[in-house]
């Protein structure tokens, strides 16, 4: 079934009980689970398949490295092993599918890990020269992360419309935006802190990626995200590394809404998984043939009032965290959380499963991995 599941433990069983399934295809695969420290009953998950004649073409599929969201890609990963598991051939295609990077933040419903690290800002070789970096935030800090509890929605929804109007005038829309999501790494309980250390759950994909990527010709990664992006609709974000234009990669993959992570296109980013991997492959493997994108599947949809609704909810979710929260303002803001992050309305399922057929139809084939 690819249905979302409830909780981790569940998403996880089920992932376990595909193996056999992958298996039936790929005799050699194999299940292995990273602990991480501290936190016995989590641990990062992934099945590996090696070709099992030549090692022409790996594909990567990826969840959960923004905690929360891994409840639609653990749905994403089912329908990729139901239905175009058994359209590759394990003669020489190899499969690293990896079931949540972070853990910790899809058992917490949280986006970051227990450190409070955006995994998607911590994908560096070194923080240290990034710490100076995005000083629009500074000015930003009071406003995003204000130190007090969460006491009532109506209140501080109120507050926050007041003094915005103000700050994106002195900012301008773009900077206000651009200075909010491209990651920081100077205010730990701030939001979108990419962290002051590279994290247990970077460092064990980065080695993950090193292990698969360098025995095959051509690899291919579909990582699963959730949030961003129209309503309603799946985007393929390509790298700021990526070549292909938007328009080239709408028309080569028969799919039509394609962004690059740019501050034209979509936003920038600092620490993104998908360009440290196009960098590594770059300097290391510059001979292989290598595409990576990301499914983001949006939820509240992209108007200026969207994007307002969206800041306001990870403003919010983060002072609930760590300064409390009244029980009953706990509970709104955590349905609005999950509206924003993992949906589970059938409708919008409905609606990211026929995008996600699409995607994966387009990108296999283009590929030739179907
Ligand atoms: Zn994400």
């Known amino acids: 079934m690819t249905s979302i599941p ?30 991480l420290p501290g936190q016995d009953d989590l641990s990062i998950d992934w099945i590996s398949a090696r070709a099992t004649k030549r090692k022409d073409k790996l594909l990567i599929l990826t969840t959960g490295e923004h905690g929360i969201e891994g409840y639609v890609g653990s749905a994403m990963m089912q329908l990729f092993l139901e239905e175009y598991l058994s359209r590759l051939d394990p003669a020489d295609t190899g499969l690293l599918l990896v079931h949540i990077i972070n853990p910790w933040g ?44 969460f006491r009532s929605p109506t209140l501080h929804k109120l507050a926050l419309i007041l ?30 802190f990419g962290g002051q250390e590279i994290q247990e759950e970077t460092l064990t994909m980065m080695e993950l990626y090193r292990e698969h990527v360098q025995e095959y010709a051509q690899v291919l990664h579909l990582d699963m995200h959730t949030g961003y992006g129209p309503r309603d609709r799946m985007t393929l974000v390509n790298s700021c590394h990526e070549k292909m234009t938007s328009e080239e990669a709408a028309r080569r993959f028969g799919y039509p809404l394609v962004a690059a992570a740019t501050a034209q296109e979509f936003y920038a980013i600092q620490g993104d998984m998908i360009d440290y991997l196009y960098t590594f492959m770059r300097e290391e493997f510059p001979g292989k043939r290598f595409y990576a994108t990301t499914f983001e599947f949006g939820t509240f949809g992209e108007s200026l009032w969207d994007n307002i609704r969206e800041l ?16 009953s303002a706990r509970a709104w803001l955590a349905r609005e959380f999950d509206k924003l992050y993992c949906p589970i309305e059938p ?24």
Do not use: C
């Open 6 to 35: 409830d909780t981790y433990e569940q998403s996880r069983e089920r992932f376990h009980d595909d193996l056999a399934s992958v298996r039936y295809l790929w005799p050699v695969a194999r299940l292995n689970s990273h602990s």
């Open 106 to 149: 899809m058992k917490d419903h949280r986006r970051v890990n227990a450190s409070n690290v955006d995994l998607n800002r911590n994908f560096v070789k070194e923080i240290v020269p990034l710490i100076p970096s995005n000083p629009d935030y500074a000015p930003l800090d009071s406003f995003l992360n204000p130190p007090r509890p």
């Open 163 to 192: 003094r915005l109007p103000g700050l994106m005038l002195s900012f301008g829309i773009a900077k206000f935006r651009a200075a909010t999501l491209l990651g920081q790494y100077r205010f730990p309980k701030g939001v979108y």
């Open 312 to 327: 306001r909810t990870m403003i919010f979710e983060n002072r609930a965290h760590w300064f409390g929260a009244r029980p």
């Open 347 to 370: 409708a919008w399922l409905e609606k990211a499963q026929a995008d996600t057929r699409q995607a994966f139809e387009g990108i296999l084939k283009a590929e030739g991995y179907i």
